[in-house]
Structure formats: structure tokens, C-alpha cells
């Protein structure tokens, strides 16, 4: 009798904690709740901006902006979307509003220093693209801007064909040009 009692209690506590085992996971947090609905979000807009729907993806980044104003991906994003539908005003609008919630924005630092670039504004431009190389010194769009700004725009070739190699190294697909830009640089210095 002391043996099926024994083995009753084993069975049980078999079972009891089998049941630990298989228990289902806590439910997640609200901010993890949040923070996949924004990336889900987020990713539909991207989407939407690749697949060349510029209205779709506007819509999206817009309300993703609003609903989350501390977070400065959407609106760079809406400066990229201002800027290739050439509307400076409202692209540079947006850059420095992402700018405010992240200083190093990389893209937004960028696109303000082509923007500065096209007024003339040679020198604001050069803040820009050293202020986005600062943040990420292998930004190869900076770099490449940067290089464009010190050698056709202010006449220095010898800092622009360091930075020509550094794109070089930089980019993953570099542009097909490079190698006739630092010729043309080498040879007017």
C-alpha cells in the first residue's frame, strides 16, 4: 500500500511540474506591444517609399510622425519624400525637425548640406556633411557629397581626393565615375 501511495505522489508531482513546463509565456508589455506596432508600421511605409507609392508612404510617415513624435525616422523620412518631389521648404522643414529629436540623424544631416549645396550656401553645406560624418564617419553619401562640395564648388581637389578614396572604400557599390573624378582632382592639384 506504501509503494502505490509513493507512486501516486510521484505521478503527481510529474504532472505538477509538467505543468510548469508547458506554461504559457507572461504576456508581453505594453511598450513591446507598441514598440512592434511601430516597426510594423514603420515597415509598411518603407515599403510603400520603395515601391516608388510616394503618396501611400507620405500618408503612413505622416501618421506615424504624429503618433510618435519622439522618434525622428519618420520625419527624416518625410524630408526625403519632400526632397525628391524637389519641395525644399518642406524637406528642409522636416530635416531640422528630425534634427531636433536626433541630432546625428546621418540622412537628415546630409540632405540639409545638399540642400545648403544647391542655395549656394557653400559653407552651411560643409557644417552638414562634417556634422554627418562626425556621426558616422563611413556615411558614404557625406563622404561622396563632401568630396563633391571641396572640389568643384570651393576649388580644393587635394582634401577632395582623400575623401574620393574614402567613398571608396566606403560605399558598397561606388559609382561607376570615381575612378575619372579622382583623375580629374589628381590632375588639378
Known sequence: MGSIKACGLCLFVMFS???????????????????????????????????????????????????????????????????HEEDTETAKSWFERTLA?????VQALNHLGVIARNAGEFDEAERYYRAALSADPNYAPAILNLAFLLDIYLGKPSEAVDLYERYQSAASEPHPRLEDWIFDAKNRI
Not at 507572461?26 to 511605409?45: G, I, Y
Open 101 to 105: 529629436v536626433n541630432p546625428e540623424n
Open 17 to 83: 511540474l509538467s505543468g510548469c513546463v508547458t506554461a504559457p509565456a507572461p504576456p508581453e508589455s505594453e511598450a513591446e506591444v507598441e514598440q512592434t506596432a511601430l516597426e510594423a508600421s514603420f515597415a509598411k511605409a518603407v515599403s510603400a517609399m520603395e515601391e516608388g507609392n510616394l503618396a501611400e508612404a507620405k500618408t503612413r510617415f505622416e501618421q506615424l510622425a504624429s503618433d510618435y513624435p519622439g522618434k525622428a525616422g519618420p520625419m527624416a523620412n518625410l524630408g526625403i519624400i519632400a526632397f
